[in-house]
């Protein structure tokens, strides 16, 4: 698991607790990019190429290096994976997870669309609360075990649900996802 072992309290018996959602934004967070304004239709994919796209005039769409890593080990651990985006594309958005091809393990040669790791998207423009409202509707799981990625402050105002949202610089990698679970654990005293 991305279990950021090297910082836990070895003492502390649940000091490996895993939320039981993680939900990434899109833009910024998972890719370097924002479909709305940086993407022409139509994206295309060359062959099987792997974690890369191309629009209309032939720029790049991927996840961020690490980004595939990440998913296919919350995949692994049953850990309920969604995205919330609130961008003004999200029909590209979803295009764009449903051509993105992503090893299903680390390493592996087997590859699966980067839309099949993800249990439940919310993608529509507006506050994210109300894409977490849905989330939590649709699986049932308490805002309290919610882990949250994005690159955007303003949408630090979901965690008056209870969700831990961390404020990703840079993208997500594996630094940023411990990072991310460390805060998520001392928020809930785990
Ligand atoms: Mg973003």
């Known amino acids: 698991m991305v279990n950021p072992a090297e910082h836990t309290d070895t003492k502390n018996p649940t000091a ?3 939320p039981k959602l993680v939900c990434f934004d899109l ?4 890719w370097d990019c924002c479909i709305y304004n ?10 099987d190429a792997v974690n890369t796209l191309y629009d209309r005039h032939g720029t790049e769409l991927a996840f961020y290096r690490e980004v595939p890593d990440v998913l296919a080990e919350l995949k692994k651990s049953s850990i309920h994976i969604a995205a919330a985006s609130r961008t003004h594309a999200p029909d590209l958005a979803r295009e764009a ?3 993105l091809l ?3 393990e680390k390493g592996s040669s087997k590859i699966a669309k980067a839309i ?3 249990q439940t998207m919310e993608i529509y423009p507006g506050s994210k609360l109300r894409h977490f409202k ?5 699986t049932g799981i308490p805002y309290s075990e919610m882990l949250f990625f994005d690159d955007e402050s303003r949408n630090k105002e979901v965690e008056q649900l209870g969700v831990t949202m961390h404020l990703v610089r840079n993208g ?3 630094s940023t996802f411990n990072k991310g679970v460390i805060e998520w654990r001392k928020r809930n005293g785990k």
């Open 134 to 138: 849905s989330i939590h509707a649709k």
């Open 27 to 30: 833009d910024y967070t998972l």
């Open 116 to 118: 099949t790791f993800f």
């Open 38 to 47: 940086n993407l022409t239709p139509p994206i295309k994919r060359k062959g």
């Open 102 to 104: 992503v090893p299903l």
């Open 97 to 99: 997870l449903g051509l």
């Open 172 to 174: 997500v990698d594996r």
């Open 16 to 18: 490996d607790r895993m």
